[in-house]
Structures are given as structure tokens and as C-alpha cells.
């Protein structure tokens, strides 16, 4: 049922790939190992799951080594809260080298010279190893993120091979333009590499954060130092092997695991890196931005927090409406910027609404994210899920009316039951602040004129969903909306084509498209003059 639901609200070219992936039976052994648990527990002794961890150290100038320090942190999992790995972690002196290798890179080593072609020749190789190492890839993902093992194996890992193919795709037509000028002169554009790029990445969706920001730079020519989460380094680190298997040059890509405040920051600060890509919370994005321009003005993009209206009109099929508000906030545990975690209805269908997202909330199934048939795992870690619950307690002490959940399920790891609100006032934290979690707050409104401007009286300005069967107000309502996306019948559409990013304080730039390439690429103007032409 959660596959289902999912692969029915995401891009259909990718669904169709695995759902061919599915049927040709690469999964078969996963099934067979988790289908004879029960798909309800959190309280039941958690999977062991089979995969070897091989990478745990700083990947610089194209080998695994050691932080200078010698120094490690664990990376948990949050079923058990238990160690899975000990990884190493990068001080500024590691940060160093690792941006003297990318530089060294750019530089003097073969990547931004190499032909277009040859570069998407790696990138396509590497989508191929990707799809070659589905399962263990998921495993890693599942194990230390928490997500459902069918989400990771079905949906995302498949979703980052498709990413990488359409940048492969990208790497040979980009190009200039020849400009008409005023007086005798050949003008034209040259589109060029910006050069070392510093990408920190989120735990919520490693493997895909990871895609959307490698696979533009490559595909423009450019070398990466990478600081993916703390909480989830492994995929990171294992895929990027995969990179240098496919041929990508030593120092072209850097995976550097370690803390915001040394590793994150240094990032922002340094002299010699020249731009810098962040998905993460607002506060933090503020933090980038800040060092960022206090030290070479280097290019920022930023991808931060949402608190992303739903909105259903009494003229909406109701069922999929409530099954696509269920999906757009629940997906991923609620660990998703873009969660429609405002969910605005209008008042002649409030109640039955409010109704049958309860009873779908109570269906829910939460438990071993390597079980079949679960839903909902845990919760990234305990300051994740202990900030959950003051949230939840929040709602109750404003007034809220807590239809289901609102309490811890079982006495190991960061499940949470799902949660769902009703009778929720836009002042009250619930309906303000980011929860990133499974709390649904249902609001109630009139028409659409307050609507739209309750809507869009929040600092944020990631997405939207709309739930319409009339065309005027659709059109009315993706236009009024002062936010990134606007999915109308449907919620997290993430094809690899759809450029994806906010308003306000919700970032700038944009990830995916044809618009993410222009992130990582310096326009210059070349004018020469002309002798006796022929033409102007």
C-alpha cells in the first residue's frame, strides 16, 4: 500500500523504469527476507541488515584516508539508536586538502578540459552502476536514515540514476550564443565552469541531495568538495566510489563527512572555493550566506525550509484529496521541506475531511523500515523526535484538537505515531513553524480570496498543493501562489526535469531542469572586431 501510494504521485517516466525494475524480480531476495516479520513494529527485535560497510573514511583527490586528527564519530541508527559505523571526521586541515585537490582539478587536471562527450560517457557509467548496486545502495540508505528499505529501493535510488542521465544528457549542449551588436564587431558568449564548488547536503534525502548537486556541476565541468550530513554519511561515500569506478578523475570529487560548524562553515569561509550549494534549514542558509559574502562573495544557492499550504476546495474528490494530503505530509516520516504541512479546507467538506484523514492516520502502518509493507520508520535521531513532541505537546496546550497519534510508539528508536489536527488556528506554532514530522494540521476557510492570503502569509515560500476540479480557480490559485511549485491534483511531483526551489526565505536558485546548470556556470562576453564584413 505505501508503494503504491507513493509511485502513483511521482513522475510516471520514472515509475514505469521500476516498476520494470520491480517486476524483473531485483528486490526478490529483500522480500523474501523481510516478508515474514510483521509490517507493525517498532517494538519487535530490528532486522539485521545485509550489507558490508566499506567506506568510512575522507574521500580526497580520488582515495579514502584518515582525518589528519585521526578523530571518528558515530553515525547511528535511528530503529535502535545504536552505532552502525565510525566515520571519520574532517577538521579544517582535511577541508585543506581537499579543496587544494579540487582546485588542483580544475586547474591542471583533465575534467574541465576533457570533452563534453567524455564527461557524460562517466556520468552515463555511473547511472549504470547506481542501478547495478540498487539494493545495497538502499540498504545504506534505509539503515541510516530510518526511510522504508521499498521507498530507498523502488523510488529514490532508481530516481538518482535517472538524475544522472539527464545530466549526462546536459553535458554537451551547453553552450554560448553569437550576439548582434551595434557597429562592426563578432560578439559572443562563452559559457564556462565556475570552477571548486562547496555542496553541503541534508540527511532527510541523502542519495538525492547528493544527485541534484554533483550531477549539474559535472555535467558543467566544474570539481566538488561535498559535506553530506553527519547523521547520514554512508550512501555518500559508497556512491562516490561508484563515481571513480565509472572514471571521473581523482580530486574532481571531494566527500568530506564532519560538523557544520567546522567542516559546514569552512566551506562558506574559504578563499579558494567559488561557490557554494546548501539544502538545510533557514537559520543555517542565513549562517552560509553571511560567510559566504564575508569572504570571496562566492556564489550561494540555497534550497531551505517550507511549511508548504494544501489546499482543498468543496469541489475536490475528497478521497484523493485526503489520500494525497495524507501522502504530502507523511512521506519520508514528515522529513520533508516541501511537506504540505498546512492543510487548508474548505469549510463545506471540512468535516468529512477531517474524518477520513484520521482514520487513514490510524491505518498507518509504522514500524522496521526493512519490513515489508511499512510505511513509516523512525524519526533521523532523538533531537529530531524530542522536538516532534514539544511541537505536538505545543498543539495541544494552544487548543488544537488532537484527533489521533501524539505519542511515542514503542519504547526503542524515533517512531512517533502519526498525528493529526484539527480545528488549527494559523497562529498557533503548529500552523507556523517547520515540525518536519508526521503532524498534520487541518485548517479550516471560506472562499478564496482569504485563502490565498492566508496562504501566503508565511516567511516561507517553498510549495503548494491545490485540490480543484475547476480550471479558472486552478489557474487563479498557480498564480497567486508566491511559492516555487505549485502541484494542482497531485503533490511531490520530482521528475528530473522540473526545476525545484522557493521564494522568500525559502532560498534562492533552483535545483533540477535546465535552470540548476546556470548555478554552477560563468557567462562571459567575448567582441572582437570586424574587418570588411561580409554582413552584421
Request: charged share 20%; glycine share 8%; with cysteine.
Amino acid at each position: 500500500m505505501a508503494t503504491r501510494r507513493i509511485t502513483s504521485l511521482l513522475s510516471r517516466s520514472f515509475l514505469a523504469n521500476s516498476s520494470i525494475r520491480s517486476s524483473a524480480g531485483n528486490n526478490s531476495r529483500w522480500e523474501r527476507s523481510i516478508s515474514r516479520f510483521s509490517s507493525s513494529a517498532a517494538t519487535e527485535e530490528p532486522i539485521t541488515p545485509n550489507v558490508e560497510i566499506k567506506h568510512t573514511k575522507l574521500l580526497i583527490n580520488g582515495q579514502f584516508v584518515d582525518s589528519a586528527s585521526g578523530k571518528t564519530f558515530p553515525t547511528l541508527d535511528p530503529r535502535t539508536g545504536e552505532v552502525i559505523a565510525n566515520v571519520s571526521e574532517a577538521s579544517v586541515e582535511d577541508l585543506d586538502r581537499a579543496v587544494a585537490a579540487a582546485r588542483k582539478a580544475f586547474d591542471e587536471g583533465p575534467w574541465p578540459k576533457m570533452t563534453a562527450y567524455e564527461r557524460s560517457k562517466i556520468l552515463y557509467r555511473f547511472a549504470d552502476l547506481i542501478e547495478k548496486h540498487n539494493d545495497e545502495i538502499a540498504t545504506l540508505e534505509t539503515w541510516d536514515n530510518g526511510k522504508p528499505f521499498e521507498q530507498a529501493a523502488q523510488i529514490e535510488v532508481p530516481m538518482v540514476a535517472r538524475l544522472f542521465r539527464y545530466y549526462a544528457g546536459w553535458a554537451d549542449k551547453i553552450h554560448g550564443l553569437t550576439v548582434p551588436a551595434d557597429g562592426a564587431y563578432h560578439v559572443q558568449t562563452l559559457h564556462e565552469p565556475i570552477g571548486v564548488c562547496g555542496q553541503i547536503i541534508p540527511w532527510n534525502f541523502p542519495l538525492l541531495m547528493y544527485a541534484w548537486k554533483i550531477g549539474p556541476a559535472l555535467a558543467t565541468g566544474n570539481t566538488v568538495v561535498m559535506k553530506p550530513a553527519e547523521l547520514t554519511p554512508l550512501s555518500a561515500l559508497y556512491v562516490s566510489n561508484l563515481l571513480h569506478e565509472a572514471g571521473l578523475p581523482p580530486g574532481v570529487v571531494n566527500i568530506i563527512s564532519g560538523f557544520g560548524a567546522t567542516v559546514g562553515a569552512g566551506l562558506a569561509s574559504h578563499m579558494d572555493v567559488d561557490k557554494v550549494a546548501f539544502t538545510g534549514s533557514t537559520a543555517t542558509g542565513q549562517t552560509i550566506l553571511e560567510l559566504s559574502a564575508k569572504s570571496n562573495l562566492k556564489q550561494a544557492t540555497l534550497e531551505l525550509g517550507g511549511k508548504s499550504p494544501f489546499i482543498v476546495f468543496d469541489d475536490a474528490d475528497i478521497d484523493e484529496a485526503v489520500n494525497t494530503a495524507h501522502f504530502a505530509l507523511f512521506f519520508n516520516q514528515g522529513q520533508c521541506c516541501c511537506a504540505g504541512s498546512r492543510t487548508f479546507v474548505h469549510e463545506r467538506v471540512y468535516d468529512e475531511f477531517v474524518e477520513k484523514s484520521r482514520e487513514l492516520a490510524k491505518k498507518r502502518i509504522v514500524g522496521d523500515p526493512f519490513k515489508q509493507g511499512v510505511e513509516q520508520g523512525p524519526q533521523i535521531d532523538v533531537k529530531q523526535f524530542k522536538k516532534i513532541l514539544k511541537y505536538i505537546k505545543s498543539g495541544v496546550e494552544d487548543g488544537a484538537n488532537l484527533e489521533t497519534g501524539g505519542e511515542r510508539l514503542g519504547s526503542k528508536g524515533y517512531y512517533i505515531k502519526p498525528t493529526v489536527f484539527s480545528d488549527v488556528k494559523d497562529d498557533m506554532l503548529i500552523a507556523k513553524d517547520e515540525i518536519f514530522g508526521p503532524v498534520q494540521s487541518i485548517l479550516k476557510f471560506k472562499d478564496i480570496n482569504e485563502v490565498i492570503q492566508r496562504a501566503n502569509n508565511s516567511r516561507y515560500g517553498l510549495a503548494a498543493g491545490v485540490f480543484t476540479k475547476n480550471i479558472d480557480t486552478a489557474n487563479t490559485m498557480m498564480r497567486a501562489l508566491r511559492v516555487g511549485s505549485v502541484w494542482i491534483n497531485c503533490f511531490d511531483v520530482f521528475d528530473a526535469t522540473i526545476p525545484f526551489g522557493g521564494y522568500k526565505m525559502s532560498g534562492h536558485g533552483r535545483e533540477k531542469g535546465i535552470y540548476s546548470l546556470s548555478n554552477y556556470l560563468q557567462v562571459k562576453a567575448v567582441v572582437t572586431p570586424l574587418k570588411n564584413p561580409a554582413w552584421l
